[in-house]
């Protein structure tokens, strides 16, 4: 939850001035708000947006929520579900996230689906099963046609804003767990599924972090509120 049409401004400028040709995928997620600000100045560019959240409702008496028609209004390309912070605050369980990563589907969206373990989740050795429950409630409702339509991101919530990170090493070995439980699914798709880190990675570690062999980019946090930073990791990618 940051932003202001000043700075937004100012920082969309930035971002499209020092994109040059990087043969990456990149993309800004904003708080709803601003999706009208970004689809005029991003129009045309390399630069891909989308939204923070979507409700799993078409219409109706759900008064703040967001349909993904709405998203598809402002040619959002992207919509993040499950981030831990909507896991925490807003009590969303990994079924109700599951249900927005299939709308987002069935409407065009692409789903950048969350997971991740806490701090005492990771220190009682849950990390594996953590993980493997949240992504396998989406799994679950997904024809296999429609693997290769997610984004998986994996942000150990312990490593969010805290400044501490996974180890390159400990990041590689969730991210194969997690292409693991897509090949269950179907093994020919897992291979195709992007799956991003999303623990504080920065211009120091990306480089490290995305090396790994199942590290396919990042979900950038702080780092991309500053136009250098966020350039350096798109760089590094």
């Not at 409702?57 to 028609?69: K, P, R």
């Not at 997904?142 to 998986?152: H, R």
């Not at 991210?175 to 897509?182: F, I, N, Q």
Request: hydrophobic share 50%; charged share 15%.
């Amino acid at each position: 939850m940051n932003g202001s049409l000043a700075a937004n401004a100012s920082l969309l400028a930035e971002l499209k001035a020092g994109l040059g040709h990087f043969n990456c995928d990149i993309a800004v997620c904003v708080p709803s708000p601003y999706l009208a600000q970004c689809q005029a100045a991003l129009t045309g560019t390399p630069l891909a947006w989308g939204a923070q959240d979507v409700s799993v409702h078409s219409a109706g008496a759900y008064t703040g929520e967001i349909a993904a028609s709405m998203l598809l209004d402002f040619a959002c390309k992207y919509v993040i579900v499950g981030h831990s912070e909507r896991r925490a605050y807003h009590g969303e369980t990994s079924q109700v996230v599951a249900q927005k990563a299939v709308i987002a589907l069935k409407s065009g969206l692409t789903p950048i689906v969350c997971v991740g373990e806490t701090l005492s989740e990771r220190q009682a050795g849950q990390t594996d099963a953590v993980v493997s429950e949240q992504l396998e409630a989406v799994l679950a409702l997904l024809d296999i046609s429609a693997l290769t339509g997610i984004v998986i991101a994996y942000e150990p919530v312990w490593a969010i804003g805290t400044g501490m990170t996974a180890t390159p090493q400990m990041a590689q070995d969730v991210h194969a767990a997690l292409r693991s439980r897509v090949a269950l699914k179907n093994r020919d798709s897992a291979s195709l599924v992007k799956i991003l880190y999303g623990g504080s990675m920065k211009p120091d570690n990306a480089a490290e972090l995305m090396a790994m062999p199942d590290i396919d980019g990042g979900l950038i946090g702080g780092a991309a509120l500053k136009a250098a930073d966020f350039l350096s990791i798109a760089a590094s990618a």
